[in-house]
């Protein structure tokens, strides 16, 4: 065999071919469909996936308000995070975040489960979640994503 046959390829960021998803979230675990998404934001279910470039698809949620979590998650496990200051730490819990904003509950797991740096900011700016079953992305054409 040649060497040159197990060379990884790198695809341009100009022949990246993106695709849109759709999601519906109701009655979905909430980390279950959250790491399908990360992974289609990250590009990992394309042959071409690089992990130096973005070459991930957009998604879209819908119905983010109707998102399930399992057991006692609902009401006693905390999302903390600090202000800056001192005596700055929050704690909310997952109702609270449901109640202020459903979009944001889903938000965070995937930003949890994407790159933390540059890369992974620009992959998540691909994720668009909608409280209710309407969103503006019908002249995208996106097609159900099986999770």
Same mark, same amino acid.
């Given at each position: !065999?040649q060497?040159?046959?197990?060379?990884?390829?790198?695809?341009?960021?100009?022949? &990246? $071919?993106?695709?849109?998803?759709?999601i519906?979230?109701?009655?979905?675990?909430?980390?279950? !469909?959250?790491?399908?998404?990360?992974?289609?934001l990250?590009?990992?279910?394309? #042959?071409?996936?690089?992990? $130096?470039?973005?070459?991930?698809? $957009?998604? &879209?949620? &819908?119905?983010?308000a109707?998102?399930r979590?399992?057991? +006692? +998650?609902?009401?006693? +496990?905390?999302?903390?995070?600090?202000?800056?200051?001192?005596?700055?730490?929050?704690?909310?819990? #997952?109702?609270?975040?449901?109640? +202020?904003?459903?979009?944001?509950? &889903?938000?965070?797991?995937?930003?949890?489960?994407?790159?933390?740096?540059?890369?992974?900011?620009q !992959?998540?700016?691909?994720?668009?979640?909608?409280?209710?079953?309407?969103h503006?992305?019908?002249?995208?054409?996106?097609? $159900?994503?099986?999770?």
């Amino acid at each position: !065999m040649q060497s040159r046959s197990y060379s990884t390829k790198s695809v341009p960021a100009h022949e &990246i $071919n993106r695709e849109w998803f759709i999601i519906d979230a109701e009655g979905k675990t909430l980390g279950r !469909m959250a790491s399908k998404v990360a992974s289609v934001l990250r590009g990992k279910h394309k #042959p071409t996936f690089t992990p $130096n470039s973005d070459c991930g698809d $957009n998604v &879209i949620i &819908i119905n983010s308000a109707k998102v399930r979590l399992t057991g +006692k +998650k609902l009401g006693e +496990k905390n999302r903390i995070h600090y202000t800056g200051y001192a005596g700055g730490q929050r704690a909310r819990s #997952p109702r609270e975040i449901m109640e +202020k904003n459903p979009n944001e509950l &889903i938000e965070l797991a995937v930003t949890g489960m994407l790159p933390k740096t540059s890369l992974g900011r620009q !992959m998540f700016r691909r994720l668009f979640v909608y409280a209710a079953a309407e969103h503006p992305h019908f002249a995208q054409k996106p097609s $159900n994503l099986a999770s």
